[in-house]
């Protein structure tokens, strides 16, 4: 790759400079170009007053200076060079790659959230021209919305940690000529997030609650009663689930968040409310996470229930209902898929702690010393 100084004449006897290169580089919009003006001139008069000789001696010294910067540029490999892929734009690239390696249908939902706030942030660009200022930007727009109170700083670091997922790629496949990851930080996760769950009273009151939400009502009541993710509710076909005398039945199911294939009885309230069996997917009409979130907490205000339920709630809810029942730490951990059983053991502490905090709530209104008795006094 050579770079060098072309000169070309102008109007008013004046020579303009510009950097010619052996092969194409890549401008701001898009396009391609082998040429670069420098914005600079020289004097091309025949008779050149001294001033003028000194002006061209000067701009010919600089305009060398940036035809030297920009050939280190080219190879250290910071210049836009034009390479094959790199004009696609920076969304179309992520909405590539979030389809990508089988990807739960939770995950694909939150990396369409990212690609959409790479557009309202105003960073969606052709790919080879991602700068680290560019994603700097894209960090600062993230931090403004947690700021602002219309996120949490979690939902901003998950987010991030699916932009930078996608930087990656780009650069493993040579779309972007720097890890540009290595440059900026990520958004740590901020504090622990409180984990919401219902009590036995609360999703008692919840279920005997009228709502319109039919099927929402159904994957919530169902996901109490087993504790299985909406991922795996989703998925769940009627081919995975073994019926067996009694109304007990036993069911399959794939985790996509492990990747590994799982059996375990289904509780017969559960079997009872799938109700008559049919083929394809048990429920075959889960609307998108969002909305189930929202129908829930819709139908949980009517119920007089005052909690930032999600779906995933029901999980939480059944593994500390299970705790409660005396259903030992490991065979819930077991039920629930977890990988260590220190994870099931944050649920016992929440328990714990709710405990302790009913236990506060009786108060007699009565002094804690017995009050002397009263003695006779004989007149």
């Given at each position: 790759?050579?770079?060098?100084?072309?000169k070309r004449p102008l109007a008013d006897?004046?020579?303009?400079?510009?950097?010619?290169?052996?092969?194409?580089?890549?401008?701001?919009?898009?396009?391609?170009?082998?040429?670069?003006?420098?914005?600079?001139?020289?004097?091309?008069?025949?008779?050149?007053?001294?001033?003028?000789?000194?002006?061209?001696?000067?701009?010919?010294?600089?305009?060398?200076?940036?035809?030297?910067?920009?050939?280190?540029?080219?190879?250290?490999?910071?210049?836009?060079?034009?390479?094959?892929?790199?004009?696609?734009?920076?969304?179309?690239?992520?909405?590539?790659?979030?389809?990508?390696?089988?990807?739960?249908?939770?995950?694909?939902?939150?990396?369409?959230?990212?690609?959409?706030?790479?557009?309202?942030?105003?960073?969606?660009?052709?790919?080879?021209?991602?700068?680290?200022?560019?994603?700097?930007?894209?960090?600062?727009?993230?931090?403004?919305?947690?700021?602002?109170?219309?996120?949490?700083?979690?939902?901003?670091?998950?987010?991030?940690?699916?932009?930078?997922?996608?930087?990656?790629?780009?650069?493993?496949?040579?779309?972007?000529?720097?890890?540009?990851?290595?440059?900026?930080?990520?958004?740590?996760?901020?504090?622990?997030?409180k984990i919401e769950f219902l009590t036995?009273?609360?999703?008692?009151?919840?279920?005997?609650?009228?709502?319109?939400?039919?099927?929402?009502?159904?994957?919530?009541?169902?996901?109490?009663?087993?504790?299985?993710?909406?991922?795996?509710?989703?998925?769940?076909?009627?081919?995975?689930?073994?019926?067996?005398?009694?109304?007990?039945?036993?069911?399959?199911?794939?985790?996509?968040?492990?990747?590994?294939?799982?059996?375990?009885?289904?509780?017969?309230?559960?079997?009872?409310?799938?109700?008559?069996?049919?083929?394809?997917?048990?429920?075959?009409?889960?609307?998108?996470?969002?909305?189930?979130?929202?129908?829930?907490?819709?139908?949980?205000?009517?119920?007089?229930?005052?909690?930032?339920?999600?779906?995933?709630?029901?999980?939480?809810?059944?593994?500390?209902?299970?705790?409660?029942?005396?259903?030992?730490?490991?065979?819930?951990?077991?039920?629930?898929?977890?990988?260590?059983?220190?994870?099931?053991?944050?649920?016992?502490?929440?328990?714990?702690?709710?405990?302790?905090?009913?236990?506060?709530?009786?108060?007699?209104?009565?002094?804690?010393?017995?009050?002397?008795?009263?003695?006779?006094?004989?007149?």
């Amino acid at each position: 790759m050579k770079v060098s100084i072309l000169k070309r004449p102008l109007a008013d006897n004046k020579i303009g400079l510009y950097l010619q290169y052996s092969k194409s580089i890549r401008k701001p919009d898009g396009k391609t170009t082998r040429r670069e003006a420098l914005g600079m001139f020289l004097h091309g008069d025949k008779r050149l007053t001294p001033e003028q000789r000194q002006h061209n001696r000067e701009t010919e010294k600089v305009a060398e200076m940036v035809r030297a910067q920009r050939m280190l540029e080219v190879q250290s490999g910071r210049f836009g060079l034009s390479r094959e892929g790199s004009g696609i734009m920076l969304s179309d690239y992520l909405t590539k790659a979030s389809g990508m390696d089988g990807r739960a249908y939770s995950t694909k939902m939150a990396w369409k959230m990212m690609i959409d706030c790479v557009k309202a942030a105003g960073i969606d660009m052709p790919i080879g021209n991602l700068e680290v200022r560019h994603c700097s930007e894209f960090k600062r727009w993230m931090l403004a919305r947690v700021k602002s109170g219309k996120w949490k700083q979690s939902t901003a670091s998950h987010e991030m940690s699916y932009f930078r997922a996608g930087l990656r790629r780009a650069y493993r496949e040579g779309l972007i000529r720097e890890n540009l990851v290595e440059r900026f930080d990520t958004i740590p996760m901020g504090p622990r997030a409180k984990i919401e769950f219902l009590t036995r009273d609360e999703l008692t009151r919840l279920l005997q609650t009228p709502t319109k939400y039919s099927g929402t009502r159904k994957i919530a009541f169902f996901a109490a009663l087993t504790g299985l993710r909406s991922s795996e509710i989703r998925d769940l076909e009627w081919k995975d689930i073994k019926d067996h005398e009694g109304g007990s039945a036993v069911m399959s199911y794939f985790q996509r968040k492990t990747k590994k294939s799982k059996s375990r009885p289904m509780p017969s309230q559960a079997r009872e409310l799938i109700g008559k069996r049919g083929d394809g997917k048990v429920f075959p009409h889960v609307i998108a996470q969002t909305h189930l979130n929202t129908q829930l907490r819709r139908w949980a205000a009517d119920a007089g229930i005052d909690k930032h339920l999600t779906m995933h709630c029901m999980r939480h809810t059944f593994a500390t209902l299970q705790l409660a029942a005396g259903t030992p730490l490991h065979v819930v951990s077991d039920m629930l898929d977890h990988s260590s059983i220190k994870m099931t053991e944050v649920y016992a502490k929440i328990l714990d702690e709710a405990v302790a905090e009913a236990a506060e709530k009786i108060r007699i209104d009565a002094p804690i010393e017995q009050p002397a008795p009263l003695r006779l006094v004989k007149s």
